[in-house]
Structure formats: structure tokens, C-alpha cells
């Protein structure tokens, strides 16, 4: 079965503390892995695509990697602004093309 | 250039009544996805369509159902709820169909509150 799974669940970091999230997926015909952001009582919003193994792409504070089982989403020196939530997700195909969410990862960065 | 819409923001309904929401996508986009989102659960996928036709669909019962119009906005159907259909409803629209690799672009949601 197609899965994706984020972690940890939540993270409270200091200002200035970098970490890194994880994204770990089974599927089958992996098309793409995308990063998104995701502020309360707001949609998502769009940070990165990724789309095969050994990739990276960066942004500002935010860079993500790409494995053949998992992906990472490094926060290097975050701030204050950088909390939310950010979720992963992957494009696949299994007779239909398909997106499939992880739950997400909750960010909380304090000043 | 005007992002994803979606109408209304917030309701509240009973058990038992239905609720339609609606989505105008981005211009020129003309893949619309629908999915909930639940803080148990994650964002669900419930269907999507392309150019008028529903091409893939989600584990949701037959009580969800959604449209597109010729203009690509499109609409889903929520008839007679239970109290488990609470959730914020995302509709994401994105340039191509979903045969070709593209991220999502989201609106801001409907949230649904069944009491």
C-alpha cells in the first residue's frame, strides 16, 4: 500500500536551531515529492518538487533532499516566521495518477 | 494573477443536511482537486477532475460527490452529514492534468462544522 510518513510529529526549536524534518514513502511509480507549507486556517502552500534521487532544492532557510525511500527538509538558523506546518507529498501512479499527503510535521520555532 | 478561490470560508450545519462549496481556480488551470483534512487524518484525497470529467476519486461514500463546469470552477456536494464530515475541504488546482508532474496550488478552504 502507498504510504507516506512524516516526523517527528511536532518540533519546538529555539531560534537559531537548525533541524531537519523527515518524509519517509513506499510507493509505486514515484513521479514526484513535493514539499509544502502550511499556515492555521490556511491552504497549503507550495516550497519545493522533487523529482528523483540525489536531488536538492533550496530556499532561503529551507533546503530538501531526496532519497530513494525518504526526503529531507533542512531548516538551517530558522526564525520565529518559519512555524507552521509542513507537509510532504508524493505524485504517484498505480493505474491512476495520485497525490498522497503525509500528516505533516508541526514547526514551532520560539524567539 | 488571482489565486485559488473557494466559497464559502467557514459553515456551520446539522446532522442530516447537505452543504455544496464551491472553487473558481487559478486562470488557465484546468485541474481541479478536492480533499479534507482532518487533524486525525491529513489531508484525504477526495476526487479530481480535468476538463469537465472526474478522473480519479478517492475511499470517500457515495454521499461526496463534486462537478466542474465548463469554466473550470468546480463544486462538491456534501448530502446528508454526520458528525464526521467536520473538516477543512481544500481544493487545489494545478496547471495540467495529473498525468503530467505538477505541484498543487491550494485555496484557503471551507471549514465545515456539522453539529
Known amino acids: 500500500e502507498d504510504q507516506v510518513t512524516q516526523s517527528p510529529e511536532a518540533l519546538r526549536l529555539q531560534e537559531g536551531e537548525s533541524s531537519s524534518l523527515n518524509c519517509s514513502y513506499t510507493?509505486?511509480?514515484?513521479?514526484?515529492l513535493f514539499w509544502y507549507r502550511q499556515d492555521p486556517g490556511k491552504g497549503p502552500e507550495f516550497l519545493f518538487t522533487l523529482y528523483s534521487a540525489g536531488e536538492e532544492k533550496e530556499k532561503e532557510r529551507l533546503k530538501a533532499t531526496l532519497t530513494k525511500k525518504e526526503s529531507f527538509l533542512h531548516i538551517t538558523a530558522p526564525k520565529p516566521e518559519d512555524s507552521a506546518t509542513y507537509l510532504c507529498?508524493?505524485?504517484?501512479?498505480?493505474?491512476?495518477?495520485?497525490?498522497?499527503f503525509g500528516t505533516g510535521t508541526r514547526l514551532k520555532v520560539l524567539a | 494573477k488571482a489565486g485559488v478561490t473557494q466559497t464559502p470560508r467557514y459553515l456551520i450545519k446539522t446532522r442530516g443536511q447537505q452543504v455544496t462549496l464551491s472553487c473558481s481556480p487559478i486562470s488557465g488551470h484546468r485541474s481541479v482537486s478536492w480533499y479534507q483534512q482532518t487533524p486525525g487524518q491529513g489531508l484525504q484525497f477526495l476526487f479530481e477532475y480535468f476538463s469537465e470529467t472526474q478522473r480519479n476519486k478517492g475511499n470517500f461514500p457515495g454521499r461526496f460527490s463534486g462537478r466542474q463546469f465548463s469554466n473550470s470552477r468546480s463544486e462538491m456536494n456534501v448530502s446528508t452529514l454526520e458528525l464526521g464530515d467536520s473538516a477543512l475541504y481544500l481544493c487545489?488546482?494545478?496547471?495540467?492534468?495529473?498525468?503530467?508532474?505538477?505541484?498543487?496550488?491550494f485555496g484557503e478552504g471551507s471549514r465545515l462544522t456539522v453539529l
Open positions: 510507493v509505486s511509480g514515484l513521479r514526484g
Open positions: 487545489a488546482s494545478c496547471p495540467m492534468g495529473a498525468s503530467n508532474t505538477g505541484e498543487l496550488f
Open positions: 507529498a508524493v505524485q504517484a501512479f498505480s493505474g491512476t495518477y495520485k497525490y498522497i
